[in-house]
Every structure is written in structure tokens, then in C-alpha cells.
């Protein structure tokens, strides 16, 4: 008899186990989809929604339904994206039979994307950055830091208005990262907007 009370003591708490663990991942996976839809529908508020969408949906466990971790997320994902172009960039750089004017607009898109990465990285750093100063003013800082590093990666392309197929190349390259970048600008934009 002790034996079947042994038994069944040890059936409810495997049940209980169960339950338990079906509970909380139903409970994970309603979280999961309420960030995934928090993602998509701050992503309509950029230019690019669906690069949006597919660069941050992935991170959606650590983005929650936060602005500011999305903010951050995002400017994180453009940080990487710009820093692995700019490799690319010097790669190509280093393609034999250029012309002198060719050369030196790759060295200025090259100089152009380290200023992006800089600023870029100052962004997101002051992003972590717990809230010792002036809400609006580190958000000014930052916006300021992100358009400037749209800016220089538009730019980088621009050097080779009289070589239509290396400026083809080159903005090939880059315009996925200043696509990241504006989805990055309008996402900071929406924090502070709603922060402030």
C-alpha cells in the first residue's frame, strides 16, 4: 500500500512539473508575441518597416515592449551592419587599377564610414548610459550623432559621380546600412518622444 502512495505522490508531482512548465511557456511565448507585435508596429514608424522588422524581430526577448531597449537594439544592429561595411569597403579598396580620382573617393567613403562607426558607437554608449544628465540633452546628442552618421554614409557614395559603375558598387554596399541607420534615427526619435 506504501508503494502505491509512493507512486501516486510521485505521478502529481510530475504532473504538477508539467504543468507548471506548460504554464510558463505559454506564459514565454504570450510575452514573445506581444514583443514581436510591440516591434512591428514601431517598425511602421520608419521608412524602411520591413528591413525594420526582419533586423529586430530576432531580439525580441531582450527588446520586450521597451522604446528604449528598441532604440538601442536598433542602433546596436546598425553599429555592426556599418562596422562589417566598412571592412568590406577597405577590401575593396585595395582592387588593383583604379583610377587617382577613384582612389581618393574610396579613401574619403573610407574616412567617411570610421567617422559613421564613431559616432554610431557614441550613440549607443550614451544610450546605456544610466540617466545621470539632462534627458533632452543626451537625446539631442544622440540624434545629432545618428543624422551626422546618415549623413557621412550618403556621402561616402557621392565621390564617384563620374564612375557610374564603382558608385553603383560602393552604394550598393552601403545602402543597407543607411537604411539601418534611419530606421535607428526614427526609433531614438519615437523614445524621446514618448520618454520626454
Not at 504554464?23 to 514608424?45: D, H, M, P, Q, V
Not at 564610414?113 to 549607443?124: A, C, F, I, N
Amino acid at each position: 500500500m506504501e508503494g502505491l502512495y509512493s507512486f501516486n505522490s510521485m505521478v502529481q508531482k510530475i504532473l504538477i512539473m508539467i504543468l507548471f512548465f506548460s504554464s510558463s511557456f505559454n506564459l514565454i511565448s504570450a510575452l514573445e508575441k506581444t514583443s514581436i507585435e510591440f516591434i512591428r508596429t514601431s517598425c511602421g514608424l520608419t521608412t524602411y518597416p520591413t528591413l525594420c522588422f526582419n533586423s529586430l524581430s530576432t531580439r525580441a526577448g531582450a527588446i520586450q515592449t521597451s522604446p528604449k531597449l528598441l532604440a538601442q537594439a536598433a542602433l546596436s544592429v546598425t553599429l555592426d551592419t556599418t562596422t562589417t561595411t566598412s571592412s568590406s569597403i577597405v577590401k575593396l579598396s585595395q582592387v588593383h587599377g583604379m583610377s587617382p580620382l577613384e582612389i581618393s573617393a574610396m579613401k574619403d567613403c573610407i574616412e567617411l564610414l570610421s567617422d559613421s562607426v564613431y559616432e554610431l558607437k557614441q550613440s549607443l554608449e550614451e544610450m546605456h548610459r544610466p540617466g545621470s544628465k539632462d534627458f533632452r540633452l543626451v537625446m539631442s546628442d544622440i540624434q545629432t550623432w545618428v543624422s551626422s552618421a546618415m549623413t557621412d554614409e550618403d556621402t561616402c557614395s557621392e565621390g564617384f559621380a563620374n564612375d557610374k559603375k564603382m558608385k553603383g558598387v560602393v552604394r550598393g554596399k552601403i545602402v543597407n546600412v543607411v537604411h539601418l541607420t534611419s530606421n535607428a534615427l526614427a526609433l531614438i526619435n519615437n523614445y524621446a518622444s514618448v520618454h520626454g
